[in-house]
């Protein structure tokens, strides 16, 4: 007797982001994403933003926009997958949202901005009605945290039927070294260093754009504030974009050149060897959505000092699997750094349960999320097709 099994569902995703030579959080959840895809999803990604002038940008988008109008015309996909933050990325989003809307194509969103909030409060009121009617449109909104949720809810009045949250994914390590019996605690950060800048700086005299801020200058002005004892007994290394000359110049200035490393942004595998030889890591940012470079730490094992800001407090619990310290509160900052430094147990312990709490977020367990995500959206759009007065 023939069995007959049938072939699992294709579902085509067109995915439009940043670019895979893009540095940032951002890139990283996309190569996650394309990395895990089930061989049933076929994702399509294409770049709306790269690396490179303004000129080349433009380029990189009208080719994007192109290449959504022809899988629009053909039917080549089932699904628009769009992520996008702040500032410029919400501009460019907000075009490619309204011509999938306008073709009749299901839209996800899926929203990294870690100052959007401030972004959007300091747009005119026309611009954010505007986009609050255009995003509102959208088959699903994917946000990082609950608290972005509520956010979202309200600025874009959208139905909480719309909204799934979802925390980053991450990779885990099989296995974490044993960080016992160390003489000298390093310390590592992660991300980009100073301010974020852009293009639409120039725009300053219309919208006064917010800048991200890790934190990352007054983390090495804390390392100095350490007692001479504790100083001596700990490292630094930093690696990340942005302002890294103007850092190396504060720790020359600092006289912590024995003590404090200054990197450009490294490799994933650079960055795991990091991860993997670090005893604490620090972001004191300002402001965030949910922190790769955060989680990619607490997979590896390693205890996390942080602010509540963001999707943050939803993964950190202040000294269970965490420490949690005010922006710019370098007293605070000193003193988390101290703990860390003379107690091995603290270190130890928190970086288990930073393991621990992060095995949810495994990317396995993330691609089952999305992909439920997926599905309630082409259900709804098989919905809508038998009733296409209702669109």
């Given at each position: 007797?023939?069995?007959?099994?049938?072939?699992?569902?294709?579902?085509?995703?067109?995915?439009?982001?940043?670019?895979?030579?893009?540095?940032?959080?951002?890139?990283?959840?996309?190569?996650?994403?394309?990395?895990?895809?089930?061989?049933?999803?076929?994702?399509?990604?294409?770049?709306?933003?790269?690396?490179?002038?303004?000129?080349?940008?433009?380029?990189?988008?009208?080719?994007?926009?192109?290449?959504?109008?022809?899988?629009?015309?053909?039917?080549?996909?089932?699904?628009?997958?769009?992520?996008?933050?702040?500032?410029?990325?919400?501009?460019?989003?907000?075009?490619?949202?309204?011509?999938?809307?306008?073709?009749?194509?299901?839209?996800?969103?899926?929203?990294?901005?870690?100052?959007?909030?401030?972004?959007?409060?300091?747009?005119?009121?026309?611009?954010?009605?505007?986009?609050?009617?255009?995003?509102?449109?959208?088959?699903?909104l994917i946000v990082l945290s609950e608290s972005w949720k509520a956010y979202f809810l309200e600025k874009?009045?959208?139905?909480?039927?719309?909204?799934a949250v979802l925390h980053n994914p991450v990779k885990l390590p099989p296995a974490v070294p044993q960080?016992?019996?160390?003489?000298?605690?390093?310390?590592?950060?992660?991300?980009?260093?100073?301010?974020?800048?852009?293009?639409?700086?120039?725009?300053?005299?219309?919208?006064?754009?917010?800048?991200?801020?890790?934190?990352?200058?007054?983390?090495?002005?804390?390392?100095?504030?350490?007692?001479?004892?504790?100083?001596?007994?700990?490292k630094l290394v930093l690696a990340g974009n942005g302002d890294v000359e103007m850092a190396q110049q504060?720790?020359?200035?600092?006289?912590?050149?024995?003590?404090?490393?200054?990197?450009?942004?490294?490799?994933?595998?650079?960055?795991?060897?990091?991860?993997?030889?670090?005893?604490?890591?620090?972001?004191?940012?300002?402001?965030?959505?949910?922190?790769?470079?955060?989680?990619?730490?607490?997979?590896?094992?390693?205890?996390?000092?942080?602010?509540?800001?963001?999707?943050?407090?939803?993964?950190?619990?202040?000294?269970?699997?965490?420490?949690?310290?005010?922006?710019?509160?370098?007293?605070?900052?000193?003193?988390?750094?101290?703990?860390?430094?003379?107690?091995?147990?603290?270190?130890?312990?928190?970086?288990?349960?930073?393991?621990?709490?992060?095995?949810?977020?495994?990317?396995?367990?993330?691609?089952?999320?999305?992909?439920?995500?997926?599905?309630?959206?082409?259900?709804?759009?098989?919905?809508?097709?038998?009733?296409?007065?209702?669109?």
């Amino acid at each position: 007797m023939n069995t007959f099994t049938a072939e699992p569902i294709q579902t085509r995703v067109l995915m439009l982001g940043a670019g895979l030579d893009v540095k940032g959080g951002i890139t990283s959840v996309e190569q996650l994403i394309l990395e895990n895809a089930p061989s049933n999803v076929n994702i399509h990604h294409v770049a709306t933003f790269a690396q490179g002038s303004a000129i080349h940008n433009i380029r990189v988008f009208l080719r994007a926009a192109q290449t959504l109008l022809q899988t629009l015309i053909t039917g080549n996909s089932d699904i628009i997958h769009i992520h996008f933050s702040e500032r410029g990325s919400t501009f460019r989003k907000a075009i490619i949202t309204l011509i999938a809307l306008g073709l009749r194509k299901p839209v996800v969103l899926h929203s990294h901005g870690a100052t959007y909030e401030e972004f959007f409060a300091k747009l005119p009121r026309t611009v954010q009605k505007l986009l609050a009617l255009l995003f509102g449109r959208c088959t699903k909104l994917i946000v990082l945290s609950e608290s972005w949720k509520a956010y979202f809810l309200e600025k874009f009045e959208l139905d909480e039927s719309q909204i799934a949250v979802l925390h980053n994914p991450v990779k885990l390590p099989p296995a974490v070294p044993q960080r016992t019996g160390n003489e000298q605690v390093t310390f590592v950060f992660l991300g980009r260093i100073g301010k974020r800048r852009g293009s639409l700086e120039i725009a300053k005299s219309v919208v006064a754009f917010p800048q991200q801020d890790k934190g990352a200058f007054d983390l090495i002005k804390a390392f100095a504030a350490l007692p001479e004892q504790q100083r001596n007994r700990a490292k630094l290394v930093l690696a990340g974009n942005g302002d890294v000359e103007m850092a190396q110049q504060l720790v020359r200035e600092l006289g912590l050149e024995e003590q404090v490393t200054v990197l450009s942004w490294i490799s994933p595998a650079d960055r795991d060897q990091l991860l993997a030889n670090a005893d604490a890591f620090v972001l004191p940012s300002y402001n965030e959505g949910l922190p790769m470079s955060m989680l990619e730490a607490m997979a590896w094992g390693v205890p996390a000092i942080v602010t509540p800001v963001g999707g943050i407090p939803e993964v950190i619990a202040d000294k269970q699997n965490g420490l949690l310290v005010q922006p710019g509160n370098q007293q605070q900052l000193v003193q988390a750094m101290q703990s860390l430094i003379e107690d091995e147990g603290l270190r130890l312990a928190l970086g288990t349960a930073g393991r621990n709490r992060v095995q949810s977020l495994d990317v396995k367990n993330y691609m089952s999320s999305l992909l439920q995500v997926y599905a309630s959206v082409t259900a709804q759009d098989m919905v809508l097709a038998e009733a296409p007065d209702q669109r």
